[in-house]
């Protein structure tokens, strides 16, 4: 991967320009860290990118970054600027391009995010990032109060690259976090829940769930559930217990997953009738939260005699005949009956039983 960005920045710099490789990527390549996103920057504007690049493409005209993707990766190369006036605590109201790229890197966030690599692999730190990496830091380049007050969603990117680096954040940015803090309620919740769900997924989330709580951020994320994780296991995990879905987006598949995995928190995630209704997957995530055995859930499960309805040897026909009584809600009252009957081995699965059982129980239907 590094080698065909190389050939990247070779493609910009035969043109006359300058170009290098700048923010995650380096700095995880001098953790040791293996990352897909690759992040270019250079004195080329868009439409001077566009010219060197056939397939590229400018998804934000008011950001000015130019997608490119080649050698099968994709990149995002953003032009040297200057960011003015930031709207909301959030956006710049306008952008100038310069041709100075410790300005450019000046305007950035954290220091162990301006460390470059030009195309020879030569790194290049004006900000003594690479020091704050040897002693794992997190500190803003510049005032953390005027970070933050430009760009309020830099607290939570602080506390996500602190969990997910396992780094300590230094003293200013502390202070300023707990200063600042209010301002992270004008942030939309589309953006806040993109940075939790980073934070949430990784295998560091214990600690971002420690540090929100250790600034006081629930409070001003409205997750006021947030001190009963005890289990971050999984992202879905996270959130049931958060169970925020009436205020954070989340598409219908994951609102239906949180409501199923609160509801079976509630029932004996050993019990068949639970392990048939809810699913494995459902029944693992609310045993997980309760700390139960997984291994047991999944033995469990695998030894239901029937996983669905479809599994009943009967069919809804059958059974219509077998009690002579034109269709109606009492076919599902049968199969609900079936099922408990199967699933608690009191009933064999065969047409023969399920047969004999419906006609001996006929006047319950």
Request: hydrophobic share 35%.
């Amino acid at each position: 991967m590094l080698e065909n960005a190389k050939k990247v920045l070779e493609m910009i710099t035969e043109k006359g320009y300058k170009a290098y490789i700048v923010g995650g990527f380096v700095r995880d390549y001098l953790l040791g860290i293996k990352t897909n996103d690759i992040d270019i920057t250079t004195n080329a504007t868009p439409k001077e990118l566009q010219e060197i690049f056939d397939d590229a493409c400018m998804p934000s005209t008011d950001y000015g970054a130019v997608i490119i993707n080649n050698y099968g990766t994709r990149y995002e190369i953003t032009t040297f600027r200057k960011e003015i006036n930031y709207i909301n605590n959030r956006k710049p109201e306008k952008i100038e391009y310069i041709d100075d790229l410790y300005k450019d890197l000046t305007r950035r966030d954290f220091t162990i995010n301006t460390i470059c690599m030009d195309k020879n692999l030569e790194v290049l730190d004006f900000l003594k990032g690479k020091d704050d990496l040897k002693h794992r830091i997190i500190k803003t380049v510049g005032s953390a109060k005027e970070r933050f007050e430009e760009d309020s969603l830099r607290i939570l990117r602080a506390i996500r690259f602190a969990s997910i680096l396992n780094f300590n954040l230094d003293k200013e940015v502390e202070d300023a976090i707990i200063e600042k803090k209010h301002l992270l309620k004008s942030i939309s919740y589309n953006r806040k829940k993109e940075e939790l769900d980073k934070m949430f997924s990784n295998i560091n989330a214990k600690k971002s769930v420690e540090l929100l709580l250790k600034f006081g951020l629930d409070k001003e994320l409205e997750l006021e559930r947030l001190k009963d994780i005890n289990n971050t296991e999984s992202l879905i995990c996270v959130w049931s217990v958060l169970n925020v879905t009436d205020i954070y987006p989340f598409t219908n598949t994951e609102k239906e997953m949180i409501s199923d995995i609160n509801k079976a928190l509630q029932i004996d995630n050993y019990d068949a009738i639970s392990l048939y209704k809810y699913g494995l997957y459902v029944n693992q995530q609310a045993g997980a939260i309760k700390g139960l055995d997984k291994k047991k859930i999944t033995k469990l499960y695998n030894k239901l005699k029937i996983h669905s309805k479809k599994d009943l040897k009967i069919t809804s026909d059958e059974i219509i005949k077998l009690i002579n009584k034109t269709p109606g809600e009492y076919i599902k009252e049968v199969y609900k009956d079936l099922e408990k009957e199967v699933l608690y081995n009191r009933l064999r699965n065969t047409t023969k039983y399920l047969r004999r059982y419906i006609l001996k129980n006929i006047d319950k239907y």
